[in-house]
Each structure stands twice: as structure tokens, then as C-alpha cells.
């Protein structure tokens, strides 16, 4: 099953492997063992430290984090490059930086950053807390005394190290199928691929120094333009990050800009739908409804009550938000289900399937990766052997951390977890869509409510990170299949990239959480790190415990009517002729805003303007530095939170307040 040698593959093409001569650009790939270098390796330790604080900051604020494979890709090249050069001056000789290494590193970076984005920092790990518990109602019948666990390096990073590397396994005996014959496009994964390629050729070499210089000045510029702003933000809503930009009125509402380098790259990089799809719901929420249901406290929610009690104003934020994610999600869940389920029963009804369809017809360079993705195999026990091991290894250990998750639910999810991947899997291969997170909401509430209410909450929270965990590695890992098979580089290297990328993301995550978690207010619902998915997915728990009598008054009817639209948005898109779909807002971006606020929805918006501009001044140089110049901005305003946190943490505070007060004040 995806284990091809040399000889068969010969065979299915018809060749006599005695006489079949190799092409001189495979010859000239170094083999498995030596694409994994000591520098390659140091420099994805770099890499995944800088976007792991970046994807942190955005997990921590607004939960919305954009894909930066490609970005990664182009950093490995800038590092890379500017250590070869570094040694070429000094009179040293290295070996030359090939694209199997820029690969190796890119997808290595990307699997300790993942940890991350994944690893439950902002969601389901988090929603442990007990700053979480308490926003959640102390004491309700679905949120009980002590159901909470505060955040340590020591329990995180061994959670993470048990559930992290059961994923990496799972799918490796499919890979040929998924990448080979079933010929899987993995947008983002090609995408990588063709600027790793770009980069690697004598063409690409003017193109990347164009890349790179644009990449040096905008971080150069992100980076001091954070520094500056920290002198002027020394106190609660001070700085450039509280200017109200369209008035005080506005600005109490959240609807300001707020200057953020990160905001706006990422804005760059995500579509313009996604942008227009949270100023929308930024809007409709912050805008509309919550000024006008604050109007009915006392109707609707007893006006003694905080605003930020759950049976107050933020339960309608919270419910609101869930009900648009759970309706994108259930109908993008079913979509993918039924496409995957048709294109497989095609492929089972057709006649005469073969391994390499009318090879006559495939390109020369298609046929050379094709050769170099079969040639090294991975040995079918070597995958099995790994799931089986790490999952009774899992098995063990986390009812031991969380005796609140019973041993049989594990091994269950275990059994069904392969067959949920391989789904995952194929549908982001056709759409790009990774649907782990849906796949990790459906355990939370079966789990929260099979376990009952005096464990729910912690079983529910700790299974999606289970279930999350495990379908989203392995779809990971076909992405980077893909990019290794585009870019000539053995998939055995890859996997042990993989490996290692996992590992280091395994300590570095939970010690940047920590980076945030001590020197900001994490979970402030008023503060800047809100973390708005904590809440969500802890309230999610304690509904599938408690049901729906948490909710105040109209919440359930208005939870109806935000599913159903997100629901009948995507119908829209998808059966409606293409020029009215390709309007129809994204409901899982516009439920974003509902509960952080919509100062980054302006931002991102920001960075759309910036994009559609540039492309009509000048759409072939807008192509080829949109990537490069984002990545910059995100990565130095990255880069300036390390030593700001530090700052934070030894107590030393910005100088100056910068505030906007009336002008009769």
C-alpha cells in the first residue's frame, strides 16, 4: 500500500530496470540521509521560534492565524542564503544550499510552528484554565467547582509530546495514493513547492534577490515601527493600538485601527473575502447588535448582572459566534464527506484502473517526481508499528494526566482516528480546507456529554485536542508530501523532518505560551489577548453537559437564525451562478469579530486595499512581492514581541501614555 521500489515502478511504466537510464537532475540529488543538515536543522529551530511567537499573538487575540507555509519557505531561503554568503566572504567552503534543503527546512519549521497554531493554546488547552472556568458561570450545573487546570509547561509540553507524534503515522502508507494516483493537488503545498522551485533556478535567482530585498525592508520597517510604538503605550488603552481613528464614539466600540504590522500582512496574505467577510461580521455585531441588545438589559438579562457574564451581553457574544461556526463547519464537514465519498466510488466503479494512467502523455518532469517519490520507500511496519506504539503509549498516559477521559474513549478514538485522517486528508487535498477543528468540536460534545456533568467539561476539552491533534498532522503531512514530491526531495527525509519539526514544536510552543501567559493578561475579555476561543470552546463543553438552558433569554432563537445563514451563505456560493457566489461572506470569518471586536477586521481590511492597489498599478510586480512583503511586516512585528514580552516580564514599562480624551474633558 504505497510502497512502490524502483524495480516495480520500472515495471508499471514497462521499462527493464537492467537498462532504464536515470536523468542526470535526479543523479544529481544528494540522497535521503544527507538532505537533513546540522544547519538546516538550526535554522528551522529559528524559524519555528519567530512564527511560533507570531501564530501565538494571533491564536492569543483574535484566533484567526493565515497560512505561512509559503512564508516559511521564503525565510528558509533568506537564512540560508545569507549564511552561505556570510561563509563565502570568510573564505569558507559549505556545501551548496539545494531546494531538497530548503524543503527539508521549510517543512521541519512548519511542524514546530503547528504545535502553535494546533496545539490547543488558545482553544481547548486554554479553555482549562481557570480564569476560562470562571467566565464560564463558577458553580452551573455544566461548569462544576473545580473542573479547571492552570496552564504549566511541565503537563503541556508532555501532553503535547503524547498526542503530537500518534498523527505523523497515521496516513504514511497512503501517501503514494494520495500524491500519485489520486494526483491530490494540495494547493498550499504546490503553492510552496513552485517558490522553492522558483528560487532554485538560474531565473529564479533575480527574482528571489528582488524577493528578498523587499522581504529585508519591511521587516527592517516592522520591526522599529514596534519599537517606536512601545514608548507610547505605557498604561491601559494607550498607544498607537487604541487611536480612534474614526472617533471616540466609534472607537468604544472597537472600531478603530489600530496599527498593527501583523494584522496587516495577514490581511495581505488572506483573500479579500475572508477581509470583507470580518468587517461584515464586525459590523453586524459590534456595530448593530450589541449596542441594541444592551439597550434590553433588564428585558432580556437581569441589569445587575456584568457584562461579561455568560448570562449577560457575552452570552449572546459567545453563543452568537458559536452557532456561525458550527453552521460553516457542519455544512464545509458534509461538503467534504460527500466529495470525497463520490470521487472514491468513481474511482471504484472504473474500468481498468491503472497506477500511472497513459504515461505517454505525462511530462517528463511529472515522471521524475513520480521516480523519486516511490524510489525510497517507507516500510509499511515501520508505520504501523509507530501508530500502534504511540497510540498505547496515549492510551496510558492521558487518563493518567486527566483521569476526567477514561482510557476506553481514547482507544476509541484511536480506532476511528485513521479513517477520520485519511477524510481530512483527501478533502483538503481537493479544497485546501484542513476541517480538523470541526472534526475536534463533534468529539468535545460527544464526550462532554457521555461523560457526564461532573467530568464533561475536562473529558470534552482534552478528546478534541485528542481527535484535533491527530486528523490535523496527517493532513499536514500530505501537504509537505506534496511539496517534497514537487521539489524532487525523498519522502523518508521529509517524514523524519517531520518528526524532528514536532518534537522541537512540542517544547517551543508551550514556552512561547508561556512568553505571553506571564508578561500580558491572557483571557482579559477587555484586554488585548482575549483569547476568544477558550470561551468558545469551554462554553461549547458545558453546553453539550448542560444544554441549552445556559442560555439568556432569545439567545436560542438568535443561535437558529446565525446558523441557518451560515448555512444558506454557503449554499449561495456554492450552487448560485459564480459571479453572485464568489460574494457570499465566509460565516466562520465573520464569527471572528462577534466576540473580539472589529479593530482587526480594519487592520486586515487594511492589508486588502493594499494588495487590490498594488495589482491594479502593478499586478505582475504585485504578485511577486505581495508574499514577500507581508511575510516582512509579520515577521518584525514578530519578532518585536520577544523582546517586548521580555521587557513586560523584568518590569520595565514604556515611558508614556498616548490617550484620546472629549474635548470638554
Given at each position: 500500500m504505497?510502497?512502490?521500489g524502483?524495480?516495480?515502478l520500472?515495471?508499471?511504466?514497462g521499462?527493464?530496470?537492467?537498462?532504464?537510464d536515470?536523468?542526470?537532475?535526479?543523479?544529481r540529488?544528494?540522497?535521503?540521509?544527507?538532505?537533513?543538515?546540522v544547519?538546516?536543522?538550526?535554522a528551522?529551530?529559528?524559524?519555528g521560534i519567530?512564527?511560533?511567537?507570531i501564530?501565538?499573538k494571533l491564536?492569543?487575540?483574535?484566533?484567526?492565524v493565515p497560512?505561512l507555509n509559503?512564508?516559511a519557505?521564503l525565510?528558509?531561503?533568506?537564512?540560508?542564503r545569507?549564511?552561505?554568503?556570510?561563509l563565502?566572504?570568510a573564505g569558507?567552503?559549505?556545501?551548496?544550499?539545494s531546494r531538497q534543503?530548503?524543503?527539508?527546512i521549510?517543512?521541519?519549521?512548519?511542524?514546530?510552528y503547528?504545535?502553535?497554531v494546533?496545539?490547543g493554546?488558545g482553544s481547548?488547552?486554554?479553555g482549562l484554565n481557570?480564569?476560562t472556568y470562571?467566565?464560564?458561570?463558577?458553580?452551573?450545573e455544566?461548569n462544576?467547582?473545580?473542573?479547571?487546570?492552570?496552564?504549566g509547561i511541565?503537563w503541556?509540553t508532555?501532553f503535547?509530546f503524547?498526542i503530537?507524534?500518534?498523527g505523523?503515522?497515521?496516513?504514511?502508507p497512503?501517501?503514494?495514493?494520495m500524491?500519485?494516483?489520486y494526483k491530490?493537488?494540495y494547493?498550499?503545498?504546490?503553492?510552496?513547492?513552485v517558490?522553492i522551485?522558483?528560487f532554485?533556478t538560474s531565473k529564479g535567482?533575480?527574482?528571489?534577490k528582488?524577493q528578498?530585498?523587499?522581504?529585508?525592508?519591511f521587516?527592517s520597517?516592522s520591526?522599529i515601527?514596534?519599537?517606536f510604538?512601545w514608548?507610547?503605550s505605557?498604561g491601559e488603552q494607550?498607544?498607537?493600538?487604541s487611536?480612534?481613528t474614526?472617533?471616540?464614539?466609534?472607537?468604544?466600540?472597537?472600531?478603530?485601527?489600530d496599527?498593527s504590522?501583523?494584522?496587516?500582512?495577514?490581511g495581505?496574505?488572506?483573500?479579500h473575502?475572508?477581509?470583507?467577510s470580518?468587517?461584515?461580521?464586525?459590523?453586524?455585531?459590534w456595530?448593530?447588535?450589541?449596542?441594541?441588545i444592551?439597550?434590553?438589559k433588564?428585558?432580556?438579562f437581569?441589569?445587575t448582572?456584568?457584562e461579561s457574564?455568560m448570562k449577560?451581553?457575552n452570552?449572546?457574544k459567545v453563543?452568537?459566534?458559536i452557532a456561525l461556526?458550527?453552521?460553516?463547519?457542519?455544512?464545509n464537514f458534509?461538503?467534504?464527506?460527500y466529495?470525497?465519498?463520490?470521487?472514491?466510488?468513481?474511482r471504484?466503479?472504473?474500468?481498468?484502473?491503472?497506477t500511472?494512467?497513459d504515461d505517454?502523455n505525462?511530462?517528463t518532469?511529472e515522471?521524475?517526481?513520480?521516480?523519486?517519490?516511490?524510489?525510497?520507500?517507507?516500510?509499511l511496519w515501520?508505520a504501523?508499528?509507530?501508530y500502534?506504539s504511540?497510540s498505547?503509549?496515549?492510551?496510558?498516559m492521558i487518563?493518567?494526566m486527566?483521569p476526567?477521559?477514561k482510557?476506553y474513549y481514547?482507544?476509541?478514538a484511536?480506532i476511528?482516528?485513521?479513517?477520520?485522517?485519511?477524510c481530512?486528508a483527501?478533502?483538503?487535498?481537493?479544497t485546501?480546507?484542513?476541517?480538523?477543528?470541526?472534526y475536534g468540536?463533534?468529539a468535545?460534545?460527544?464526550?462532554a456529554?457521555m461523560?457526564?456533568?461532573d467530568?464533561?467539561?475536562?473529558a470534552g476539552?482534552v478528546g478534541?485536542g485528542?481527535?484535533k491533534s491527530?486528523?490535523?498532522i496527517?493532513?499536514?503531512?500530505m501537504?509537505?508530501?506534496?511539496t517534497?514530491?514537487?521539489t524532487?526531495?525523498?519522502?523518508r527525509s521529509?517524514?523524519?523532518?517531520q518528526?524532528?519539526g514536532?518534537?522541537?514544536?512540542?517544547?517551543?510552543a508551550?514556552?512561547t505560551?508561556?512568553l505571553f501567559?506571564?508578561?500580558f493578561?491572557?483571557?482579559d475579555?477587555n484586554?488585548e489577548?482575549?483569547?476568544?476561543y477558550?470561551?468558545i470552546?469551554r462554553?461549547m463543553?458545558?453546553?453539550?453537559?448542560?444544554g441549552f438552558?445556559?442560555l439568556p433569554?432569545h439567545c436560542?432563537q438568535?443561535?437558529y437564525?446565525?446558523?441557518?445563514f451560515?448555512v444558506?451563505?454557503?449554499?449561495?456560493?456554492?450552487?448560485?451562478?459564480?459571479k453572485?457566489?464568489?460574494?457570499?461572506?465566509l460565516p466562520?470569518?465573520?464569527?471572528?469579530p462577534f466576540l473580539?471586536g472589529?479593530?482587526f477586521a480594519?487592520?486586515?481590511?487594511a492589508?486588502s486595499l493594499?494588495v487590490?492597489a498594488?495589482h491594479?498599478?502593478?499586478?505582475?510586480?504585485?504578485g511577486l512581492?505581495?508574499?514577500?512583503?507581508?511575510?516582512g511586516l509579520i515577521c518584525?512585528?514578530?519578532l518585536?514581541?520577544?523582546?517586548?514580552?521580555i521587557?513586560?516580564?523584568?518590569?520595565?514599562h514604556p515611558?508614556m501614555?498616548?490617550n484620546?480624551l472629549?474635548?470638554?474633558?
Open positions: 504505497g510502497n512502490v524502483e524495480e516495480e520500472s515495471q508499471i511504466r521499462e527493464d530496470p537492467e537498462v532504464r536515470v536523468p542526470e537532475e535526479i543523479k540529488i544528494a540522497p535521503w540521509t544527507k538532505q537533513i543538515t544547519r538546516g536543522i538550526v528551522s529551530l529559528l524559524i519567530i512564527y511560533s511567537v501564530v501565538m491564536n492569543l487575540t483574535t484566533g484567526l497560512n509559503v512564508s519557505a525565510l528558509a531561503f533568506v537564512f540560508m545569507t549564511w552561505t554568503k556570510l563565502q566572504k569558507i567552503v559549505s556545501t551548496p544550499f534543503e530548503n524543503t527539508i521549510q517543512t521541519c519549521a512548519v511542524a514546530c503547528s504545535i502553535a494546533g496545539g493554546f481547548y488547552l486554554l481557570k480564569n470562571n467566565q464560564s458561570g463558577v458553580g452551573t455544566g462544576p467547582p473545580g473542573s479547571y487546570k492552570e496552564p511541565g503541556m508532555g503535547l503524547v503530537c507524534f500518534v505523523i503515522s497515521a496516513l504514511v497512503l501517501r503514494k495514493i500524491i500519485i494516483d491530490l493537488t494547493p498550499s503545498g504546490t503553492a510552496t513547492a517558490l522551485n522558483g532554485h535567482d533575480k527574482t528571489a528582488k528578498v530585498h523587499g522581504f529585508m525592508k521587516f520597517f520591526f515601527w514596534g519599537f510604538q514608548f507610547y505605557g494607550c498607544g498607537f493600538s487611536f480612534p474614526f472617533g471616540l464614539k466609534a472607537w468604544k466600540q472597537s472600531f478603530y485601527f496599527f504590522m501583523t494584522y496587516i500582512g495577514a495581505m496574505i488572506c483573500s473575502l475572508v477581509n470583507l470580518l468587517l461584515l461580521g464586525a459590523v453586524l455585531s456595530g448593530i447588535m450589541w449596542p441594541l444592551s439597550e434590553r433588564g428585558e432580556w437581569l441589569k448582572l456584568p457574564s449577560s451581553l452570552g449572546y453563543f452568537i459566534s461556526i458550527l453552521g460553516d463547519g457542519l455544512y458534509l461538503k467534504i464527506l466529495f470525497t465519498g463520490q470521487a472514491m466510488y468513481g471504484v466503479k472504473k474500468k481498468n484502473p491503472e500511472f494512467p505517454s505525462q511530462p518532469n515522471l521524475q517526481q513520480d521516480e523519486v517519490f516511490v524510489r525510497e520507500t517507507i516500510p515501520v504501523c508499528i509507530g500502534v504511540f498505547i503509549f496515549s492510551i496510558i487518563p493518567l486527566f476526567e477521559l482510557w481514547v482507544l476509541i484511536y476511528i482516528a485513521p479513517s477520520l485522517s485519511f481530512n483527501y478533502g483538503a487535498g481537493l485546501d480546507m484542513n476541517m480538523a477543528y470541526n468540536k463533534v468535545l460534545f460527544v464526550l456529554s461523560s457526564g456533568k467530568s464533561g467539561v475536562v476539552l478534541c485528542v481527535i491527530i486528523v490535523s496527517s493532513s499536514d503531512l501537504h509537505d508530501f506534496k517534497g514530491h514537487l524532487l526531495t525523498s519522502p521529509m517524514l523524519v523532518s518528526v524532528i514536532t518534537a522541537m514544536g512540542c517544547v517551543v508551550p514556552l505560551f508561556f501567559y506571564k508578561a493578561d491572557v483571557g475579555p484586554g489577548y482575549k483569547a476568544p477558550a470561551l470552546y462554553n463543553a458545558i453546553l453539550g453537559v448542560e438552558s445556559a433569554q436560542l438568535l443561535c437564525c446565525f446558523f441557518a451560515a444558506v451563505a454557503n449554499l449561495v456560493r456554492d450552487v448560485s451562478p459564480k453572485i457566489g464568489k460574494w457570499a461572506p466562520m470569518a465573520m464569527a471572528v473580539v472589529a479593530y480594519i487592520d486586515m481590511c492589508g493594499i487590490f498594488w491594479k498599478i502593478n499586478s505582475k510586480k504585485a512581492m505581495v508574499p514577500a512583503v507581508a511575510s518584525g512585528d514578530g518585536w514581541i520577544l523582546p517586548s514580552s521587557l513586560a516580564l523584568i518590569k520595565i515611558p501614555c498616548m484620546f472629549p474635548s470638554k474633558t
